[in-house]
């Protein structure tokens, strides 16, 4: 069957560490896999997209890797602040290009 | 600064009634998503649309739920009769298509129905 995992516990790491977040998935092919953020009451907020043929994206503090071998993606958040305290949902295209299948998330919770 | 409008943002309701909730989609942006979200199942896609046609609603319960955008600045969801299995909250997100793809999606707020 296919599927799409996050950690379900809470990451909760220190102020200044890196947190380093896993999407695992089974039974897809995707073209490209996203990473976004949802704080509580509010939808999502797209950060970072990263294609099959990519191995590492990069923006700012956060930096993506996709291994299409291990059919696993690795979201980075360097310097962490309390303010990168949120939940973190990865997604990935399922043949159609448009029908994001989005993961349950992980909650990173940075304690100053 | 744009963003996906929805409206209403908190709904309660008897089972039974008609529920109907509004999105208004970024301003240039030609794809339209529905997506419900609940703690058992998380972000689940419900339907889109591509310059105002449905292109994929497998997603949706059909007997019950409807989508349509009657123009490029209005998208609806629509469910009759509501039961309390939809308690959850539904988004809207939009986002420009390149092409086939669609990328990056843009979400609302959110409407919180609760089904009584």
């Known amino acids: 069957s296919q599927k799409i995992e996050q950690n379900s516990e809470a990451l909760n790491i220190q102020e200044g560490k890196t947190a380093t977040l896993t999407c695992n998935y089974t039974n897809y092919s995707p073209a490209y896999l996203q990473w976004y953020r949802q704080d509580p009451g509010r939808g999502p907020v797209f950060l970072l997209l990263?294609?099959?043929?990519?191995k590492e994206k990069r923006k700012e503090r956060l930096k993506v890797t996709f291994d299409t071998t291990l059919k696993q993606s690795l979201f980075h958040i360097t310097a962490s602040q309390p303010a990168d305290s949120a939940t973190y949902l990865c997604a990935l295209d399922n043949l159609d290009a448009n029908k994001l299948i989005f993961g349950t998330g992980t909650l990173l919770a940075v304690q100053p | 600064d744009a963003r996906v409008t929805q409206t209403p943002r908190h709904k309660v309701t008897e089972m039974g009634q008609e529920v109907t909730m509004r999105c208004q989609p970024i301003l240039g942006h030609n794809t339209v998503f529905w997506y419900r979200q609940t703690m058992m199942q998380g972000l689940e896609l419900l339907a889109y649309?591509?310059?105002?046609?449905?292109?994929?609603d497998s997603g949706m319960p059909k007997d019950r739920f409807s989508a349509e955008m009657p123009d490029a600045t209005l998208a609806t969801l629509k469910i009759q009769p509501s039961e309390p299995r939809d308690s959850a909250v539904y988004f809207c997100a939009s986002g420009f298509s390149r092409g086939a793809d669609t990328y990056e999606q843009y979400f609302g707020p959110g409407t919180r129905l609760t089904v009584t």
């Open positions: 990263i294609r099959e043929n990519e």
């Open positions: 649309f591509r310059n105002r046609a449905p292109l994929d």
